[in-house]
C-alpha cells in the first residue's frame, strides 16, 4: 500500500495526509473547491482549517477526483456524513474494474440521516461489487491538530478482514501515530458518532456553569446508551470501553478542541442552533447525528435519555434547563440494569 488518495481536505482530511506524507507514502488531497486548493497549492500549509502545519514536498494537492481516485491503493474517505454518499456515488463511477483500491477507509464519524446507515453500510451499496470486504473504519480520540503538530496518539482501525486490518494498522502507524487494530466495524463506527451527541451534552452543561459533577455524570451515562445502543445493533460491548468509544467520549466531552462540545457551550450560554451553525466554518457532525441516533434508539427500541434531551433542543426548541431538568427527574434506576425496583 504504497499510494493514497485522500477524499476531503477539511482539518482532519489534511491532518491525516500530512501524517502519511511525512511518513513517506505517496500521497494527494482531493478537494471540491478548485479556488481553495489553488490556495493550498500556494501557501503549502492550511491556512484556514489546520494553519501552521506545513506541507511536505511530497504532499500533491487536486480538485480533479479522477487524479485522487485513480490508481490508488487506498482511498481515505475524510467527508461529512451529509456528503458522503453523493462523493462516493462520484468516485464508483471512476474506478476501473481492472485495477480497484486494495481499500477504502472511513475517518469519517457521523450516521446518514435520510437512512440511518453507516459509512461502510453506504460503501457497501455505492461501491462496485469486487469491492465489498475491503472497507474499513479509523476512529479515536484524534484531535486533527494535535495529530498534525505531532503529539502521541493512539486510535482504533477496524475492518473485518484481519488481513486487511494489520496492512492498514502498518499504513497509518508512525512514531507518534499509534494505531490498534479492531475486527468491529459496527462498533467503531458508532462509537465515533455516538461520542458527539454526547460532547454537546457535555458542552451544554458547562455552558450552564454545572461543574465537573454533572460532566463526570454525563460521560458515564452516555458511555451507557452508546453501549445498549450499539449491542442492539450487533457491536461488541468491549468496544465501548476502548478508544473508539470511552477514549473518544471523554477527548470530546472535555476537550475545546472538539467542535461539538463548542456546539454545546453556546447552547448553554443561550444561543440558538441557528446562531451557531450560521456562524461555524466546520461541521459539527453531532448536530445532524443526534437526529440519526434518535431514530435509531426508536428503531431499536432503546431508551437513550441524554440523546433525547440533546434532540429536542437542537430540533424541537427545549431550553436547556428544561433538559436538564426532565433528566434529573427520570424514575429512578438500577444503574446496571436500567429497570425500576417498583
Known amino acids: 500500500m504504497k499510494s493514497v488518495g485522500v477524499l476531503g481536505a477539511g482539518s482532519w482530511g489534511t491532518a491525516l495526509a500530512l501524517l502519511l506524507a511525512r511518513k513517506g507514502v505517496s500521497t494527494v488531497m482531493w478537494g471540491r473547491d478548485q479556488g481553495f486548493i489553488n490556495e493550498l497549492e500556494e501557501t503549502r500549509e492550511n491556512t484556514r482549517y489546520l494553519p501552521d502545519a506545513p506541507f511536505p514536498d511530497n504532499l500533491e494537492l487536486t480538485s480533479n477526483l479522477a487524479d485522487a481516485v485513480q490508481g490508488r491503493d487506498v482511498l481515505l474517505v475524510v467527508i461529512p456524513s451529509h456528503g458522503f454518499r453523493k462523493v462516493m456515488r462520484q468516485v464508483a463511477a471512476l474506478l476501473d474494474e481492472d485495477h480497484l483500491p486494495a481499500a477504502i477507509v472511513s475517518a469519517a464519524k457521523g450516521i446518514e440521516n435520510s437512512t440511518l446507515c453507516s459509512m461502510t453500510e453506504i460503501l457497501e451499496q455505492e461501491m462496485p461489487p469486487a469491492l465489498s470486504g475491503r472497507f474499513a473504519v479509523l476512529s479515536g480520540p484524534s484531535f486533527a491538530r494535535e495529530v498534525a503538530d505531532g503529539l502521541p496518539t493512539a486510535v482504533s482501525l477496524a475492518a473485518a478482514d484481519t488481513g486487511l486490518c494489520m496492512k492498514l494498522q502498518e499504513l497509518f502507524s508512525t512514531d507518534s501515530f499509534r494505531v490498534y487494530s ?161
Not at 226 to 243: D, E, I, Q
Not at 268 to 279: K, N, P, Q, R, V
Not at 288 to 306: A, C, D, F, G, N
Open 182 to 342: 479492531n475486527l468491529d466495524v459496527v462498533g467503531v463506527q458508532l462509537g465515533g458518532a455516538l461520542k458527539n451527541v454526547m460532547a454537546i451534552a457535555s458542552g451544554i452543561s458547562d455552558g450552564m456553569k454545572f461543574g465537573t459533577n454533572t460532566r463526570a455524570a454525563l460521560i458515564t451515562r452516555g458511555l451507557a446508551e452508546m453501549t445498549r445502543l450499539g449491542m442492539k445493533a450487533g457491536a461488541n460491548p468491549l468496544t465501548f470501553a476502548g478508544l473508539a468509544g470511552l477514549g473518544d467520549l471523554v477527548l470530546t466531552c472535555t476537550g475545546d478542541l472538539s467542535r461539538n462540545r463548542q456546539v454545546g457551550l453556546r447552547l448553554g450560554a443561550g444561543e440558538t442552533i441557528d446562531e451557531i451553525l450560521d456562524s461555524m466554518t466546520m461541521v459539527a457532525e453531532g448536530v445532524k447525528t443526534s437526529r440519526s441516533v434518535h431514530e435509531l434508539s426508536v428503531k431499536y427500541e432503546v431508551e437513550m435519555p441524554i440523546t433525547e434531551q440533546v434532540y429536542r433542543v437542537i430540533y424541537q426548541g427545549l431550553e436547556p434547563g428544561e433538559a436538564v431538568k426532565e433528566l434529573m427527574m427520570r424514575p429512578p434506576r438500577h444503574e446496571l440494569y436500567g429497570v425500576s425496583f417498583s
